[in-house]
T-cell receptor
Framework: GQQVMQIPQYQHVQEGEDFTTYCNSS?????IQWYKQRPGGHPVFLIQ?????EVKKQKRLTFQFGEAKKNSSLHITATQTTDVGTYFC????????FGQGTTLQVKP | GAVVSQHPSWVICKSGTSVKIECRSL??????MFWYRQFPKQSLMLMAT?????????EQGVEKDKFLINHASLTLSTLTVTSAHPEDSSFYIC?????????????FGPGTRLTVL
């Protein structure tokens, strides 16, 4: 069946360091979405990527969609303590399939 | 725009009772709504797709007789957990298909935390 694999599962960084999480799909996706979930909260939509090779930026966050529309990444430059949370990718192919999430801890 | 609400935000019930969770699209109509479940420290898992005026489509392994879904209007879908047991304790999140800025996608509700004693 359709799968979306996300790595790493956990990442601990020092404040100011960069952070990247990667997603890979077993099938070609129509689009990929990224969400952030704070502890005790619900997933909050960050962005949707639709086009092959698309790159979008939101301040310190850079999102990429692979040329084959099977993989994606989220890169955070110079992490801050407010970046703490779990980041999920979700691939869309008829329905949304969520990756396992990457939990980011930032040490001040 | 494209706001989805859920009610209640949390509920505690006794084992064996039934719990109904509501999902509403507040400022748009949604032909299709989705129900997800998230266990602690895990990802969101799609339970079922709810289509207005027709039967829901359940994912493999989800018991349709236990998780009753009703999508009677274009702004409301309900999920009823029947004869709830402690293993049903989870975070239930709904979403509704809509558009924002020209992009069609799912808009998620804030979730309902269910604890079954």
């Amino acid at each position: 069946g359709q799968q979306v694999m996300q790595i790493p599962q956990y990442q601990h960084v020092q404040e100011g360091e960069d952070f990247t999480t990667y997603c890979n799909s077993s099938t070609t996706l129509s689009n990929i979405q990224w969400y952030k979930q704070r502890p005790g909260g619900h997933p909050v939509f960050l962005i949707q990527l639709v086009k092959s090779g698309e790159v979008k930026k939101q301040k310190r966050l850079t999102f990429q969609f692979g040329e084959a529309k099977k993989n994606s990444s989220l890169h955070i430059t110079a992490t801050q303590t407010t970046d703490v949370g779990t980041y999920f990718c979700a691939g869309h192919q008829g329905k949304l399939i969520f990756g396992q999430g990457t939990t980011l801890q930032v040490k001040p | 725009g494209a706001v989805v609400s859920q009610h209640p935000s949390w509920v505690i019930c006794k084992s064996g009772t039934s719990v109904k969770i509501e999902c509403r699209s507040l400022d748009f109509q949604a032909t299709t709504m989705f129900w997800y479940r998230q266990f602690p420290k895990q990802s969101l898992m799609l339970m079922a797709t709810s289509n207005e005026g027709s039967k829901a489509t359940y994912e493999q392994g989800v018991e349709k007789d236990k998780f009753l879904i009703n999508h009677a209007s274009l702004t409301l879908s309900t999920l009823t957990v029947t004869s709830a047991h402690p293993e049903d304790s989870s975070f239930y999140i709904c979403s509704a298909e809509g558009t924002s800025g020209g992009d069609a996608r799912q808009f998620f509700g804030p979730g309902t935390r269910l604890t079954v004693l």
